[in-house]
Antibody, heavy 116, light 114 residues
């Protein structure tokens, strides 16, 4: 059975860094685009970034450009999101999702809280 | 960026009745190259990740009950639940994937039982 499990969330001070991970299993990870989508507490959904199979294409929402980096390790079936210069408005549940443009498969999410 | 606007923000419908949610995009999401509308619908229940219901505006994802249907083209779209069940209580989102970056969602419509 296909599964996505996020980890790495937690409490971080403004200006700090955090690295999220997403472990994939049960499907051919290297065959899919992968994405991060976030949801602020009590708010709607926001696509954050995506990456193609070979890491040759990466796209970001404007609000995270220059601060976040999406990457993957196909040998480890893992997706990552390096988040630097974190701001209070980055507080959200971060979901790992399979696919590049619409997402039929999601992880359960990991909560990132940016607060002093 | 393409702005997605849903209406209404919340909706209360009796069990067994029809529920209709609308989504309007600020520009057309119909691709002339393949004549497809790059529009998806998701259902999110409390404490859960979103679930894909509909893609290409009207194609039902595998396993989704046939009481869910999507329609529309260009800039105006509708998600219809033909006969509301208790388990359909959720927030529903539309999402465009016509342009990248960014992909954008509607603000969500909260569906409750009347």
């Amino acid at each position: 059975e296909a599964q996505l499990v996020e980890s790495g969330g937690g409490l971080v001070q403004p200006g700090g860094s955090l690295r999220l991970s997403c472990a994939a299993s049960g499907f051919s990870f290297s065959s899919y685009w992968m994405s991060w989508v976030r949801q602020s507490p009590g708010k709607g959904l926001e696509w954050v970034a995506n990456i193609n199979q070979e890491q040759s294409e990466r796209y970001y929402v404007d609000s995270v450009k220059g601060r976040f980096t999406i990457s993957r390790d196909n040998a480890k079936n893992s997706l990552y999101l390096q988040m630097n210069s974190l701001r209070a408005e980055d507080t959200a549940v971060y979901y790992c999702a399979r696919g590049g443009n619409s997402w039929a498969f999601w992880g359960q999410g990991t909560l990132v809280t940016v607060s002093s | 960026d393409i702005v997605m606007t849903q209406s209404p923000d919340s909706l209360a419908v009796s069990l067994g009745e029809r529920a209709t949610i609308n989504c309007k995009s600020s520009q057309s999401v119909l691709h002339s190259s393949d004549n497809k509308n790059y529009l998806a619908w998701y259902q999110q229940k409390a404490g859960q990740p979103p679930k894909l219901l509909i893609y290409w505006a009207s194609a039902r994802e595998s396993g989704v009950p046939d009481r869910f249907s999507g329609s529309g083209s260009g800039t105006d779209f509708t998600l219809t639940i033909s006969s509301l069940q208790a388990e359909d209580v959720a927030v529903y989102y539309c999402q465009q994937y016509y342009t990248i970056p960014p992909y954008t969602f509607g603000q969500g419509t909260k569906l409750e039982i009347k």
